[in-house]
Nanobody, 124 residues
Framework: QVQLVESGGGLVQAGGSLRLSCAASSGTLSNYVMGWFRQAVGKEREFVAA????????NYADSVRGRFTVSRDNAKNMVFLQMNSLKPEDTAVYSC?????????????????WGQGTQVTVSS
């Protein structure tokens, strides 16, 4: 069982940056591919980024590639999402998730554990 807790969300102006963190209160994150997803009000949950178990491979949604960076620190049992050049359309609840898959992927159904999420609001 893995319990995930996100932090680092908040209100930021367009063009600003935020760094989200995902910590495991139980379980060992190095055993899992880790992903970040977001869900805006009235929209479906969408994939943002994912990282392999050892952090050597990453995968990004086209909408965030070049602006967001996913990373992990397995020694600290944490995963991060650095978000730069934020846009109002990035406003959403951001959640981290853990998957037993082999490679970083975007399939919601293949993620086994989810955090509660943290709100990111980007003002114009």
């Amino acid at each position: 069982q893995v319990q995930l807790v996100e932090s680092g969300g908040g209100l930021v102006q367009a063009g600003g940056s935020l760094r989200l963190s995902c910590a495991a209160s139980s379980g060992t994150l190095s055993n899992y591919v880790m992903g970040w997803f977001r869900q805006a009000v009235g929209k479906e949950r969408e994939f943002v980024a994912a990282i392999s178990r050892h952090g050597l491979t990453t995968n990004y949604a086209d909408s965030v590639r070049g602006r967001f960076t996913v990373s992990r620190d397995n020694a600290k049992n944490m995963v991060f999402l650095q978000m730069n050049s934020l846009k109002p359309e990035d406003t959403a609840v951001y959640s981290c998730a853990a998957s037993r898959a082999i490679s970083p992927h975007s399939s919601v159904s293949l993620y086994d554990y989810w955090g509660q999420g943290t709100q990111v609001t980007v003002s114009s």
